[in-house]
């Protein structure tokens, strides 16, 4: 029987090479490194024509019993079919595949209870948490609990606080940038319901969330006074290898699908644009390529924080001279996009000779880590930008053409889309070749309202949250299904749990989330 895949870390100091359940729960490695797979699996011959019968909680099996998640195969299709059922999401695809321009499809994945592609995986990830936890428990291992802590963008929070909430086993903190989420978005965080779940705006951006996180994860004295609690600490973030892996799912679940619905040969290649930040989803994205879905290019669509697009031209990642810009696309208002390392270190390891050197890939992260900490930039090697570059292309879209993409798609194709697609679509537009292209949606245009209300009514047009989502259905006499999400009709009217707004540094984070540890224990 060949062994259990393990996992490595991208810095190369942590070598006891962990199964997924370890990973899952630990969410980050000791030093900040991230964990990786060490061996990417194939999928089988034929996996195209045998995946048009299976449904997408099937679909997810097939990947997790790839990838060889050390739990029973029937917690597995269990968590599946659980995650991805009727009750959480609207669509019976889970994650349809709509056509709508001649080349161009568009791939929802906001049909979840938040509307936002975080569902994907924070639906699946928490069942798959519940579960190692219990098989730890069975084999005798004394887990305790476990204090999950977030940094949010936007839409990762509320599907962690969704996906989490009065589960066994955890608490859950989530921090957002008091200035820099729509409207909606914060609103669905501070109602967000459950015993277990406490919600912080914090006084600066969503890099300042992130440093406090990783900041947090590494502080021994705060880990120490959270096990006087019985409390470890995890992540829900895309740093936590287990949000990542249900994301290559849909991937290769879109492949099939243009397939079945014979808009491409098995095996014909196709480009997929993913609207990009943290850098977690197009990732997904790149482990799905090397699983065999006949990806040609992965397009990395960004904003006016376009840290990631000049990178992928030059491969330097330079943050001295720029500040964040807020955006119509706020999910995608990150400078410091922590999946790219799991990138490099890929990348860095196959550049130079056959096969995969590990020694090589985690020195060279490293390395530029430390750069990018102490410099605010880094510069990666020839052979690893030009192993990038052979999957990876990319370009960025003002805030004015962010929502001229949303008036001319609408007007042109009657298909109404959030600015964070739109990003997608324009850079689409500028880099497609000759193939069929992805559009990764990744969050319902209900959300950015009063956004969406300029781009259709123009610029000079303002008006607030509900008000701006009721106004464009009456205006457009929009679709059926543009209807307003069941989770969006009600969320104005909702009483609002969570008010406090602290400061960015790690010690004020940490007393916040000890405040509300002995609040909820209380």
């Given at each position: 029987m060949a062994p259990m895949l393990a996992y490595a870390d991208t810095r190369g100091l942590d070598d006891s090479r962990p199964a997924f359940t370890d990973v899952i729960l630990q969410g980050i490695a000791p030093g900040g490194g991230l964990y990786v797979p060490e061996r990417i699996p194939v999928l089988p011959n034929g996996w195209v024509e045998a995946w048009r019968a299976l449904s997408y909680p099937a679909r997810a099996l097939a990947v997790l019993e790839l990838f060889e998640v050390d739990l029973d195969v029937g917690a597995l299709a269990r968590a599946t079919v659980e995650a991805y059922s009727p009750a959480r999401f609207d669509h019976p695809r889970v994650a349809p595949l709509v056509p709508v321009a001649a080349g161009r499809h568009v791939l929802e994945l906001w049909h979840g209870p938040t509307c936002a592609f975080k569902d994907m995986a924070l639906q699946l990830k928490p069942l798959l948490f519940a579960e190692a936890v219990r098989a730890k428990r069975a084999a005798g291992v004394d887990t305790g609990e476990y204090l999950i802590l977030v940094a949010t963008s936007g839409d990762t929070g509320k599907a962690a606080l969704e996906g989490y909430r009065d589960r066994e086993f955890v608490r859950i903190a989530v921090l957002y940038p008091k200035d820099g989420v729509s409207e909606l978005q914060e609103l669905m965080m501070v109602t967000q319901e459950g015993a277990n779940v406490a919600v912080f705006g914090i006084r600066g951006d969503f890099d300042d969330a992130q440093a406090a996180v990783k900041a947090a994860f590494t502080d021994e004295a705060f880990a120490a006074r959270l096990a006087e609690r019985g409390l470890h600490m995890t992540s829900a973030?895309?740093?936590?290898?287990?949000?990542?892996?249900?994301?290559?799912?849909?991937?290769?679940?879109?492949?099939?699908?243009?397939?079945?619905?014979?808009?491409?040969?098995?095996?014909?290649?196709?480009?997929?644009?993913?609207?990009?930040?943290?850098?977690?989803?197009?990732?997904?994205?790149?482990?799905?390529?090397?699983?065999?879905?006949?990806?040609?290019?992965?397009?990395?669509?960004?904003?006016?924080?376009?840290?990631?697009?000049?990178?992928?031209?030059?491969?330097?990642?330079?943050?001295?001279?720029?500040?964040?810009?807020?955006?119509?696309?706020?999910?995608?208002?990150?400078?410091?996009?922590?999946?790219?390392?799991?990138?490099?270190?890929?990348?860095?390891?196959?550049?130079?000779?056959?096969?995969?050197?590990?020694?090589?890939?985690?020195?060279?992260?490293?390395?530029?880590?430390?750069?990018?900490?102490?410099?605010?930039?880094?510069?990666?090697?020839?052979?690893?930008?030009?192993?990038?570059r052979e999957v990876f292309t990319g370009d960025w879209v003002t805030n004015e053409d962010t929502l001229a993409t949303i008036g001319e798609v609408c007007r042109e194709h009657r298909y109404l889309m959030d600015p964070h697609t739109a990003v997608a679509w324009r850079v689409a537009d500028r880099l497609a070749e000759d193939r069929p292209v992805v559009i990764v949606s990744t969050a319902h245009w209900a959300k950015f309202g009063p956004d969406v209300y300029r781009a259709l009514a123009g610029p000079d047009a303002v008006t607030e949250g509900r008000r701006a989502v009721e106004l464009m259905h009456a205006v457009l006499d929009l679709a059926p299904e543009q209807h307003i999400p069941a989770p969006l009709v009600d969320i104005e009217t909702r009483a609002v749990r969570f008010t406090e707004v602290i400061g960015r540094d790690p010690a004020s984070v940490e007393a916040a989330v000890e405040g509300a540890l002995g609040r909820s224990a209380s």
């Open positions: 973030n895309s740093i936590n290898f287990g949000r990542v892996l249900p994301q290559v799912v849909y991937y290769a679940s879109a492949y099939a699908d243009l397939v079945a619905a014979r808009t491409i040969e098995a095996g014909e290649p196709v480009d997929f644009c993913v609207p990009t930040g943290n850098f977690g989803n197009i990732l997904a994205g790149y482990y799905a390529r090397a699983m065999g879905v006949p990806i040609a290019r992965l397009i990395c669509a960004s904003n006016e924080n376009n840290v990631l697009a000049d990178f992928l031209a030059t491969g330097v990642y330079d943050l001295t001279a720029r500040h964040l810009v807020q955006t119509p696309s706020p999910s995608m208002d990150i400078l410091v996009s922590s999946n790219l390392e799991r990138l490099l270190y890929a990348a860095a390891g196959t550049a130079v000779g056959g096969g995969f050197d590990a020694g090589r890939a985690a020195t060279a992260v490293r390395g530029w880590m430390d750069d990018l900490r102490e410099n605010r930039r880094f510069e990666v090697d020839s052979a690893t930008k030009a192993h990038i």
